[in-house]
C-alpha cells in the first residue's frame, strides 16, 4: 500500500511526551477524496430516504433510508471491483479502492440487515400489486443470498482457525454479486410503494442501479477483452523459490511507471485466474518487462513447470502508485523478500544524473535466496548515489534499527523510508527506530496482498 495520506512528519515534545504530526502532502489530500465521495453518495440517499418518507413515520423513513444506502453502498462495491484507473489518484491507489470496496461491501451487508428489521409497511398505503409482491419476494431472495456471499468474503479467512477460504472459491462466490444486486434494483424498481411527488430518490437509485449493473457488466463480459495485452514469454529462469519471467509485447507495448504492477493470467498454461505482480524491470523501448514471482501457493508454486518459451501471457495493467519520484532527497529503500521487485524496477530506472541520495537494505533469509542483484550492482555502478547491502537472516540474524541507522549514509530521521516485505518488519524497524529519535520523516509502502 502506498501510505500516500502520511505527509511529512514533525516530531517534538509536548508535556514531556513525544507527538508525531504529519502534514498532508497533495497526493495524501487527494487520496482522500474517493472514501468521502462514496461516503456522501451513501448519505446523501439515507438523508432522501429519511426526509422523502417521514409522512409515513419514522419507522417507514428509516427502514426506506438504510434500503436506498445499501444500493449505493453495493452500486459503489461493483464500481470499484471494475478497476477504474480513472479513480485510482483518489484513493491512492488500487489496494486503498479495494479496502473501500471490501468496507463498503461490509456497509452494506450492515444496511441490508437494519432494512431487513425496519422493512417499511405501507399495506395500509398502497393497492398491492401481483408484480410488487413479486419483486418483494425477489428482494427477500436477494438479500439471503447477499447474506450468505459477503459472509463468505468477510470471512475469507476464518477468525481464530487458520482456515482460509480458496482464493478461487472466493472469487468465484463474488462473481455471482451482480446478478444478485439486478434482483436488488428489481426489487427497488418494482416493489409496492406509495405515490411520491418528489422523484429526487427513485432518480439517485436509478442512476446507482444501472452505473453498478454496468460495472458488473464490464468486469465480467468486456474488461477481459478491452484491457487484457499479449504478451510472449522470452525467457524464463528459475533461483531459489522464485521464478524470473521477460516477456515481449505482441501488439501495442504497456507503458508502467517503474515500481507499478500488472494482472497476469496464462490461459494457455492452465493458469487463467489473474494475478497481480510488480513489474521489477525500467520500461525500455522495446516493451520487454520483467517479472519475479514467488512461489507461495497453488498458483505461483504450478507457473514454473506450466508456463514454456513462447508461450503467451495476457497481462492487465498497469496499476499502482508506489513512486520513489514523489519522495524527497534522502531515501533509505527497505525490502522484504520478494519485496525487492519494486525496487529493482526503481534501480533498474535510476541514471547517471540521479541527484536523490538512495541506501537499500534487502534483508532475505538466506543469502541464496536474494535474487536482481545484478541489477542492484549495475545501478550502483551507474550512479555513486545508489548504494545497497543485503542482509541474510541466516547469517547476520535480524535486521535492527540500530543497524540500519548505522548502515544508512545519512541521519534515518531526515530521510524517506519506501517498505516493500512483511509488515512484521516494517512495523519492528518503525518502532525502534522512534524509539531510537529517529523516526523518518515519511513511510511510504506497498502490501502484496488486497485484503
Ligand atoms: C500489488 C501486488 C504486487 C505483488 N507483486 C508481487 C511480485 O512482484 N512477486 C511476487 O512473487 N508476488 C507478488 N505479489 C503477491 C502475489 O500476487 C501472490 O503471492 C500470489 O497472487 C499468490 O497466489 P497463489 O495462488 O500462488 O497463492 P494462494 O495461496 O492461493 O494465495 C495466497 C494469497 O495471495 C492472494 N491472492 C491469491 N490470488 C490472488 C489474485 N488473483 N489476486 C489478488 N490476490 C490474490 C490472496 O490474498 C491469498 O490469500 C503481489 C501482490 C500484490 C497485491
Known sequence: MNDAARGPEVVGAASGRRFIWQIPTFDGILSLIGPLLVALACCIAGGLGIVTYAPYGPAAAIGVAVGA??????????????RPSVLEPLFGGLDRMY?????????????????DQFEPDFDHTVRETSLGDFASDAGEFAFNAFLALIAISWFRRLPFIRLEIPYQLWRFSHRFMGIFFAIVVFHQFFVDMPNIANPSLSQLLNIFG????????HTEFIARRLRRRQFTVRAISQHAETTTLTLTPIG????????QFAFISA?????SEPHPFTISSAPRSDGALTLSIRALGGWTRRLPNALRQGMHIELEGPYGRFDFRKGRAHQIWLAGGVGITPFLAWADSLTKAERRKIHLVYCVSTPGNAIGLETLR???????????????????????AEQL???????????DLWFCGPTGLKNGILKDLKASGQTPRQVRYEHFTFA
Open 69 to 82: 444506502m445499501a444500493v449505493v453502498a453495493m452500486s459503489q462495491t461493483l464500481i470499484l471491483a471494475a
Open 99 to 115: 479496502r473501500v470496496h471490501k468496507w463498503l461491501g461490509i456497509s452494506a451487508l450492515v444496511l441490508m440487515i437494519l432494512h
Open 210 to 217: 444501472i452505473a453498478g449493473l454496468v460495472a458488473w457488466v
Open 252 to 259: 501495442p507495448a504497456m507503458h508502467w511507471r517503474p515500481g
Open 267 to 271: 490461459p494457455d498454461a492452465g493458469l
Open 378 to 400: 549495475a545501478a550502483a555502478q551507474r550512479t555513486a548515489q545508489f548504494s545497497f547491502e543485503v542482509i541474510a537472516t541466516a547469517q547476520d540474524g535480524r535486521l535492527t
Open 405 to 415: 541507522i548505522g548502515s544508512v549514509p545519512f541521519p534515518v530521521r531526515e530521510a
